[in-house]
Nanobody, 128 residues
Framework: QVQLAESGGGLVQPGGSLRLSCAAS????????VGWYRQAPGKQRELIAA?????????????NYADSVKGRFTISKNSAKDTVYLQMNNLRLEDTAVYYC????????????????WGQGTQVTVSS
């Protein structure tokens, strides 16, 4: 399992924005799928965004989102910086959670969330 570190969380007012970062210990993201999960207090961890490995043909990747964040959050990656981002706009109170990133060569594994260990995550608190 690759080593990842999440950062960028904080306290923000409703309607505000944050950008989370998921940094890898090596140059993996062109070959790995990445997912952002979040876990709110008293709730199960949920997948909110995922991005596929780069296509061997086109070099591009594709992303998908949970309905709850679609149109507000954007996942992207900078392979040169070994970092995947989650841009979060128009934040809502219900976005308050600890956010985690995971990576695997298989998008199916990322979507399943079947990982032996998770990082510490980064806390996002949306409050007025």
């Amino acid at each position: 399992q690759v080593q990842l570190a999440e950062s960028g969380g904080g306290l923000v007012q409703p309607g505000g924005s944050l950008r989370l970062s998921c940094a890898a210990s090596g140059s993996i993201f062109s070959q790995y799928a990445v997912g952002w999960y979040r876990q709110a207090p008293g709730k199960q961890r949920e997948l909110i965004a995922a991005i596929t490995p780069d296509s061997a043909l086109s070099g591009s990747s594709s992303s998908n989102y949970a309905d709850s964040v679609k149109g507000r959050f954007t996942i992207s990656k900078n392979s040169a910086k070994d970092t995947v981002y989650l841009q979060m706009n128009n934040l809502r109170l219900e976005d308050t959670a600890v956010y985690y990133c995971v990576a695997d060569t298989s998008i199916l594994t990322v979507v399943s969330g079947n990982f032996d260990s998770w990082g510490q995550g980064t806390q996002v608190t949306v409050s007025s």
